[in-house]
């Protein structure tokens, strides 16, 4: 076979993984299937060991396929699990719920058909220049950060963590290294502090050393950040920052009033 060329001219390796690509996405083979050889993917297309060598490596990279020494290359086997950013409340009068609470992340990993469990932490540092800024905060202020390390089927799926003000979590179940029973929503309300609104900022970056490291990701595979920013009637309460794999998680907004969707 020949490989297809584009309307640009481009290297040969990365036409043979634009024509993969197409194949996978194809459905010519499902995920955890074995693709063929090199040799085998040598003669098919004609071209040298190196190029298909180059071109599975693209792949990889973006995390369609995953190496296993000694056995072969293999589609990557799980599916991008959905994520419920937001959605208004589906009972009237119901408060729009604005961070997603472990369970909600466990009952969309079960629909999947998947196992979600979460590593717990709590950490007092100086806040970032940006979380500051949000917080309406001076730069190197004290904040406490909540972490929770999230897995689907033992596959690191995302890092949260909620910002709060020092002397907001001071005294509270905020500064308990452990989660708080009925999300840390209750401990907010208890204070008075009940969030009404909210801002999400979205962006891709690449991660860095140690994200990589521990979301085990190609050098190819950016992260999704999102940087939520909750407020009440007097102000911000929090910065929630949740940092998924882009290879393995879709964000839905559902807006407006979708009662005719059923």
């Given amino acids: 076979m020949t490989i297809p060329r584009g309307s640009a001219p481009s290297p ?25 050889v090199e040799g085998e ?30 056995k072969g290359t293999y589609l990557r086997q799980q599916p991008v699990l959905d994520h419920q950013a937001y959605a208004p409340p589906r009972v009237p009068g119901q408060r729009d719920p604005l961070a997603a609470p472990t369970e909600v992340y466990a009952r969309e990993a079960r629909a999947a058909g998947r196992r979600l469990v979460a590593d717990f932490e709590m950490l007092v540092v100086r806040a970032r220049e940006d979380i500051a800024e949000r917080l309406g905060l001076a730069a190197g202020e004290a904040v406490v950060v909540r972490r929770q390390l999230r897995l689907t089927d033992r596959e690191p799926y995302s890092i949260e963590e909620s910002h709060y003000r020092a002397g907001l979590a001071a005294g ?29 900022h979205l962006v891709a970056r690449m991660p860095g050393p140690e994200e990589a490291a521990w979301f085990e990701v190609g050098p190819g595979t950016p992260l999704l950040v999102q940087t939520r920013v909750t407020y009440d009637r007097r102000g911000p309460v929090r910065v929630i920052e949740t940092r998924y794999a882009a290879d393995r998680c879709r964000l839905h907004y559902a807006l407006g009033d979708l009662t005719a969707r059923g």
Avoid at 12 to 34: S, T, V
Avoid at 47 to 69: F, K, S
Avoid at 172 to 198: F, I, K, Q, S
Wanted: aromatic fraction near 4%; hydrophobic fraction near 40%.
């Fill in 12 to 36: 040969k390796y990365q036409r043979l993984a634009a024509d993969l690509r197409r194949r996978i996405e194809a459905g010519e083979w499902q995920g955890g299937a074995q693709l063929p």
């Fill in 172 to 200: 509270t179940a905020l500064m308990e290294p452990v989660p708080v029973p009925g999300g840390d929503e209750e401990v907010l309300a208890a204070l008075g502090r009940t969030e009404v609104g909210g801002v999400d």
């Fill in 41 to 70: 993917l040598e003669r098919y297309y004609g071209v040298a060991r190196n190029t298909v060598r180059l071109a599975v490596d693209v792949l990889v990279n973006e995390g369609r396929l995953v190496r296993h020494q000694g």
